[in-house]
């Protein structure tokens, strides 16, 4: 059997997920070829271009080797796909949303050629305004998606409502290598001291890692971190953002004409290098006013930290059980994430360490393995589905339906 994975661009937390499920297939005696439209052009993605080539035993195409992804048409990318596909004939189908060009096209062919087309997404119904149009335009297309691969059961509610059955639902999209982050966090704690001197790091902080967009409600949590400060009585924590993006210098004028202390920036790093801030933190907090899951809640927990995650993030529900490993906030009340920074900083190192704990106990459940199993579990549900589009009007829309190309600094 030949399960084709394709995606617009292979972001860096893809390659160990890439390699564990190309090893699990492999052993099953299924053929893995990987296709990926082109670079996306951010610092963050660049060496992907030059790892996944070089792994070993991995059939690796791009499909635009001299474009960055946001200089593609939508038509480039529909047509240079379906020869791809065309060509290489595969038994299945893993494909991005059905939001992309890369995913429409991918249901378009399956559904022509009558064979199971599997969607990975982690969106949920809340995270984008829609119209009545296009939800509608969405339970028409997933009527002809043979099954989605989402994070978890918190995710259930929107692929039901696009019209998916439960039993179509497979789990485990946004799971990371938890071994890399517990053993490297491991190894920078037996010399806390020399990283912290390298980074110039406080000896006790919050951290938060993201890109810095407005979606992610940094003002936010800076101006409740401002607030913790005046409140706390004494052994005050500082604020570590890691990450760059376009609200950078607005957030630094912001903590400059406030006046508030404790507040770092540094830029973004790769995993390596972010596993010495996570190893050097007393907690992570994730404060997005929309978040579809959260991967980097996941990387804190594997290096055993306490979170405080914004409840409108998607791997709220999952990861975070109050009071044991966290608590969850709204992202629109300020006070209550102050409230929780005093909470969590009060906390005695005994507690602090049961919460990481804890953490890393609840994590361990969502390592590759979970991606694997839920991977093939799809695959074995739906690789015998032989059927094309369900209706004309499924055709005639799928036809139209083309996707489009989606910027990574919404």
């Known amino acids: 059997?030949?399960?084709?994975?394709?995606?617009?661009?292979?972001?860096?937390?893809?390659?160990?997920?890439?390699?564990?499920?190309?090893?699990?297939?492999?052993?099953?005696?299924?053929?893995?070829?990987?296709?990926?439209?082109?670079?996306?052009?951010?610092?963050?993605?660049?060496?992907?271009?030059?790892?996944?080539?070089?792994?070993?035993?991995?059939?690796?195409?791009?499909?635009?080797?001299?474009?960055?992804?946001?200089?593609?048409?939508?038509?480039?990318?529909?047509?240079?796909?379906?020869?791809?596909?065309?060509?290489?004939?595969?038994?299945?189908?893993?494909?991005?949303?059905?939001?992309?060009?890369?995913?429409?096209?991918?249901?378009?062919?399956?559904?022509?050629?009558?064979?199971?087309?599997?969607?990975?997404?982690?969106?949920?119904?809340?995270?984008?305004?829609?119209?009545?149009?296009?939800?509608?335009?969405?339970?028409?297309?997933?009527?002809?998606?043979?099954?989605?691969?989402?994070?978890?059961?918190?995710?259930?509610?929107?692929?039901?409502?696009?019209?998916?059955?439960?039993?179509?639902?497979?789990?485990?999209?946004?799971?990371?290598?938890?071994?890399?982050?517990?053993?490297?966090?491991?190894?920078?704690?037996?010399?806390?001291?020399?990283?912290?001197?390298?980074?110039?790091?406080?000896?006790?902080?919050?951290?938060?890692?993201?890109?810095?967009?407005?979606?992610?409600?940094?003002?936010?949590?800076?101006?409740?971190?401002?607030e913790y400060r005046h409140q706390a009585s004494d052994s005050l924590w500082d604020l570590v953002l890691v990450g760059d993006g376009p609200q950078k210098k607005n957030l630094e004028e912001l903590v400059l004409h406030s006046g508030i202390k404790g507040v770092h920036f540094f830029p973004w790093c790769d995993q390596n290098v972010l596993c010495e801030y996570y190893a050097l933190a007393r907690c992570l907090i994730l404060a997005s006013f929309s978040e579809t899951w959260g991967l980097v809640v996941n990387e804190a927990m594997a290096c055993g930290l306490p979170v405080i995650v914004s409840n409108q993030c998607g791997c709220s529900n999952s990861l975070v059980k109050e009071s044991l490993n966290g608590w969850t906030f709204s992202p629109y009340e300020p006070e209550q994430l102050t409230k929780l920074m005093l909470q969590m900083a009060n906390q005695h190192d005994q507690n602090l360490e049961r919460m990481g704990a804890e953490s890393a106990s609840i994590i361990s459940h969502w390592g590759l393995d979970r991606f694997c199993k839920g991977v093939w579990d799809a695959i074995e549900t739906c690789k015998n589905d032989s059927w094309g589009y369900r209706s004309l009007l499924d055709r005639m829309i799928l036809y139209l339906w083309r996707g489009r190309i989606q910027s990574k600094d919404h």
Not at 6 to 23: D, N, Q
């Open 1 to 226: 059997m030949k399960v084709l994975m394709v995606h617009e661009f292979f972001i860096m937390y893809w390659l160990p997920r890439i390699k564990a499920l190309s090893k699990y297939l492999r052993d099953k005696g299924i053929e893995l070829p990987l296709i990926d439209i082109a670079s996306s052009g951010g610092t963050s993605y660049e060496y992907v271009k030059e790892s996944l080539p070089s792994i070993r035993d991995i059939q690796f195409l791009r499909l635009f080797k001299n474009n960055k992804y946001g200089e593609l048409s939508v038509r480039d990318i529909s047509l240079a796909l379906w020869k791809v596909l065309e060509r290489e004939n595969p038994d299945v189908v893993l494909a991005p949303a059905i939001a992309f060009p890369s995913g429409a096209t991918a249901v378009r062919w399956c559904r022509t050629r009558k064979r199971p087309v599997i969607i990975m997404d982690d969106v949920r119904l809340q995270d984008v305004p829609r119209t009545w149009l296009t939800n509608f335009v969405k339970r028409r297309i997933y009527l002809n998606v043979n099954a989605a691969f989402i994070p978890a059961p918190s995710h259930d509610k929107t692929y039901i409502s696009w019209g998916l059955p439960q039993n179509r639902l497979f789990y485990g999209l946004d799971c990371n290598d938890n071994d890399f982050f517990r053993q490297r966090s491991k190894e920078i704690r037996q010399q806390k001291e020399i990283y912290k001197i390298n980074h110039s790091l406080p000896d006790n902080y919050f951290l938060c890692v993201c890109r810095l967009l407005k979606r992610k409600n940094l003002v936010n949590m800076i101006l409740a971190y401002g």
